[in-house]
């Protein structure tokens, strides 16, 4: 029934083994950069954007309170 060489068993196994750890590094670098790395951007940016629309919303509430 089978035919084939024993020495075929060798080290087969290697490649698809290297191909999914290649995979599961790539992954993992990925959600790393989209969690908190090159894509989020910085700490100052962030905190700014808050107090800016913090301060919109300041806006708002006060032409609101004017009848404009």
Known sequence: ?????HS????WWIFP????????VF????????SGGA???SRNEVEELRKE???LKE???TL????N
């Open 53 to 55: 629309i913090l301060n």
């Open 1 to 5: 029934m089978w035919m084939h060489d």
């Open 64 to 67: 609101k309170k004017q009848g």
């Open 39 to 41: 894509f989020s951007g």
């Open 17 to 24: 083994l290297l191909g999914v750890m290649f995979f599961v």
């Open 8 to 11: 075929t068993w060798g080290f």
């Open 27 to 34: 992954i993992a670098l990925l959600v790393k950069a989209f």
């Open 59 to 61: 806006e708002i509430e």
